[in-house]
């Protein structure tokens, strides 16, 4: 499929934040983030060297040996609980690939993923200018199917199928992003005032576009959509509306458009677009604007734990500021148990009538439709636990393996750059689930990621997306 030029201005403004690629993306985002440097980069990324630095930033390091890679390093005196495992004295996050090993086979979250083949990393591809739509336009007059003629409509391929609501408030978080038009008429007049008038819809102001057009717009002419922000956050449901412009060149009226586009719920999220086998365009970072750090209820889930251990008084949220791994997994654990007490399971009915086959997308559901329901899958557990684990301080990652997603929280302990020397994988599917316990998930985890570590795990660093502008919806 064709793509105008604004999706690779859009690939452009999220290489430059390092969000696009896998492990070693996200640990240069930390760094930069770290650092507060303004300086980007669209330098081509080489897949090989990527992953020879995996295991540097993401997995192993110096500090910790393999034999033990989930032992946390307590600086107390006292017992490293998790280190043990309730029935036995063997280490509890020591890896195994016993009887238990494939009880939560990634495949049973239905995260569609398709990670990039290619041995240079396509995605990553030098921005084009408009050139590349002038050329993609004729290019498609050459081909069979509609022919474009002039004064013609062209539908960019984020709206050529369906609006989806979630991309389109993604975009608006980014001034550059936001002003990207996704609608172009093919204009061969040399030198014409153009002007184009969209009426007002469900989901879009009336907006009046004009132009003179000169021999560097290449005849694409590309008025501006004014979108509406709470009609897009509140559709909750796919359906239809009309989309109705008029084309105007010197004055005259060249064309009438009154086409019916669907639209998909705001729970859809775009994870990619699928140009052909070898090419894949990256939009998983948009997974950080389901996580809700900012969700009024929070605060008071967080109190909740903290009133019912009023007596002992050892239950409290301080995010790093104890200085131990032991400490960090404390908190994350009392949160996980408040949940798993109070009966929130896995739960897969988050199917989608998306039957595109260029767009991948994956329905999310929102923190409250979580806590409400009490299920979630494996990306909506994820994003729920994201939410409070970054709400107390915690550094939160999103880890998307083929099939599925689960959490990671880095450790204390960082680099001389300022990186994270350890991360603690979290399987939230387990949570809720009978005899499966806090650290058994860190186990199921800590497993799931080193199958996939060496070239399909891409990690979503939730810090990076903010420090790039990338906010929750607000839902």
Known sequence: MRKIFNIFIILTLLLNTNLLNNCPSYAKGIKDAIKKSDKKTDKKIDKNDNLSKT???????????????????????ETDEYEQDENDDSDECELDDGEDSDEYDSEECDISTKPNKTENNDKTKKTKDTNDSKAKIEDKKDKEGPQVNNYDL???????????????????????????????????????????????????????????????????????????????LNADKPGFINFTAVLEVNGKVKNRINKTITYRSVNEAILGLIENEDEYTDFSVLLSCFVNEDHPRIDKVLNEIIDKDKKSRK????????????????????????????????????????????????????????????????????????????????????????GHAFLAVAGTKRDK??????????????????DQTFKKALKEGEREYKKYADNDAFIVNVESCRAAGIMPLGR
């Open 55 to 77: 295991n540097d930033y993401c997995n192993d390091s110096d500090e910790y040996d393999e034999s033990e890679e989930c032992d946390i390093e307590d600086e107390s005196d």
């Open 154 to 232: 062209v539908f960019d391929d984020l709206l050529s199928e369906a609006i989806y609501p979630s991309f389109i408030l993604f975009a608006q978080m980014n001034k550059e992003l936001s002003e990207t038009p996704l609608i172009h008429f093919y204009i061969e007049d040399e030198n014409a005032h153009v002007k184009a008038i969209v009426e007002e819809n469900e989901f879009m102001e009336q907006c009046v576009s004009e132009h003179d057009m000169t021999k560097k717009d290449e005849c694409i002419f590309s008025p501006w959509i004014k979108w509406k922000r709470n009609a897009l």
């Open 315 to 402: 239950i409290s949220f301080y995010g790093y500021q104890g200085g131990t791994d032991k400490e960090v997994l404390d908190q994350m654990e009392w949160i996980w148990n408040y949940f798993a007490a109070k009966g929130t399971r896995y739960s897969d009915i988050t199917g989608s009538s998306n039957s595109s086959e260029k767009i991948n997308s994956q329905y999310i559901r929102f923190f409250e439709q979580v806590i409400d329901n009490n299920q979630a899958n494996c990306i909506d557990g994820t994003c729920m636990l994201a939410s409070f684990y970054k709400k107390i301080g915690l550094d939160v990652n999103i880890i998307l393996v083929p």
């Open 417 to 434: 750059e300022g990186l994270p020397l350890k991360l603690y994988y979290l399987e939230t599917t387990m949570m809720g689930e009978k």
